[in-house]
């Protein structure tokens, strides 16, 4: 084991004066990122569970909506075409449309 050969600093000095370059490039270009990205000091984690929660139930709701309504029409006069396959996706669709607005008016009204 006499060739073991301790590490040298000369030839590491080239390589720590690029990292030095490229950390003070990663950090000007990083901070506004930083910043952006900090969690807010009133950030509660309830509050995103409680947004889960809401957006699920009004995606769920219009869904459910439209499959009962489907059915019902279904049972009550049957016809030669099915309201179901077109209640439930329409239940759907405006479920989704709905909890895109309520997301929009949340994220504008947050502090």
Do not use: C
């Not at 030095?20 to 952006?36: G, Y």
């Not at 990205?37 to 909506?65: E, K, N």
């Amino acid at each position: 084991m006499t060739n073991k050969r301790l590490p040298n600093q000369e030839h590491m000095k080239p390589f720590s004066q690029a990292m030095r370059r490229q950390n003070k490039v990663l950090s000007r270009w990083s901070e506004p990122f930083a910043i952006r990205w900090q969690i807010p000091r009133d950030f509660h984690p309830w509050r995103t569970i409680r947004s889960t929660g809401i957006l699920g139930m009004v995606i769920a709701v219009p869904t459910l909506m439209g499959v009962a309504m489907g059915l019902w029409i279904d049972t009550l006069w049957p016809t030669q075409y099915s309201w179901f396959p077109i209640l439930a996706p329409t239940g759907f669709g405006l479920g989704w449309i709905s909890a895109f607005f309520w997301s929009s008016a949340e994220q504008h009204n947050s502090p």
